[in-house]
T-cell receptor, first 109, second 115 residues
Framework: DAKTTQPPSMDCAEGRAANLPCNHS???????VYWYRQIHSQGPQYIIH???NNETNEMASLIITEDRKSSTLILPHATLRDTAVYYC??????????FGTGTSLTVIP | DVKVTQSSRYLVKRTGEKVFLECVQD?????MFWYRQDPGLGLRLIYF???????EKGDIPEGYSVSREKKERFSLILESASTNQTSMYLC??????????????FGDGTRLSIL
């Protein structure tokens, strides 16, 4: 099963883009990359996912490198409410999520 | 929107008690999951179910059992609670079909303390 590596913490200025990196060098060809976030005392919230192509939705953009060994989640205009722990997850063929310890993003006013 | 509801946000029980954690989803999802979340360890999968009366062990099933009598409800059971089962417990659901392109939706968790 592919494991993911993320920096433990990051800061971002309010209104700026937050770029959260993730390494998943052992990912298999048919495994998806998912991003979730968790705000204190709440359950994880789905953000976005992708396989090979870059993806964008109303919350974020996901950039996956051509070799699929890493990806970046982009929050285009970070707000204080985006302060959370962000998890990069690879979904294995058994449909099981393996959460790591994530990146704690702090958006600074 | 998908709604995954866990019966309690906070629960305090005593060592040796049998504890039931309930989870209900309202989107007719086939798959349901139970995780526990501990500081420094992230989320770990305890059990999951692909269909009514079906269950599969996750990574840390010891000391737990589950029940899925109805499609919308997935119960986690601590047969004899111990202090090392003090944790945040999270339930999730997702559509079935074995597709990897669908997200799991989580409840807000039950913070369980075993005294």
């Amino acid at each position: 099963d592919a494991k993911t590596t993320q920096p433990p913490s990051m800061d971002c200025a309010e209104g700026r883009a937050a770029n959260l990196p993730c390494n998943h060098s052992t990912i298999s060809g048919n495994e998806y990359v998912y991003w979730y976030r968790q705000i204190h005392s709440q359950g994880p919230q789905y953000i976005i996912h992708g396989l090979k192509n870059n993806e964008t939705n109303e919350m974020a953009s996901l950039i996956i490198t051509e070799d699929r060994k890493s990806s970046t989640l982009i929050l285009p205009h970070a707000t204080l409410r985006d302060t959370a722990v962000y998890y990069c997850i690879v979904l294995n063929t058994g449909n099981q999520f393996y959460f790591g310890t994530g990146t704690s993003l702090t958006v600074i006013p | 929107d998908v709604k995954v509801t866990q019966s309690s946000r906070y629960l305090v029980k005593r060592t040796g008690e049998k504890v039931f954690l309930e989870c209900v989803q309202d989107m007719d999802h086939e798959n349901m999951f139970w995780y526990r979340q501990d500081p420094g360890l992230g989320l770990r999968l305890i059990y999951f179910s692909y269909d009514v009366k079906m269950k599969e062990k996750g990574d840390i099933p010891e000391g737990y059992s589950v029940s899925r009598e109805k499609k919308e409800r997935f119960s986690l059971i601590l047969e004899s609670a111990s202090t090392n089962q003090t944790s945040m417990y999270l339930c999730a659901s997702s559509p079935g079909g074995g597709r990897q392109s669908v997200a799991q939706h989580f409840g807000d968790g039950t913070r369980l303390s075993i005294l």
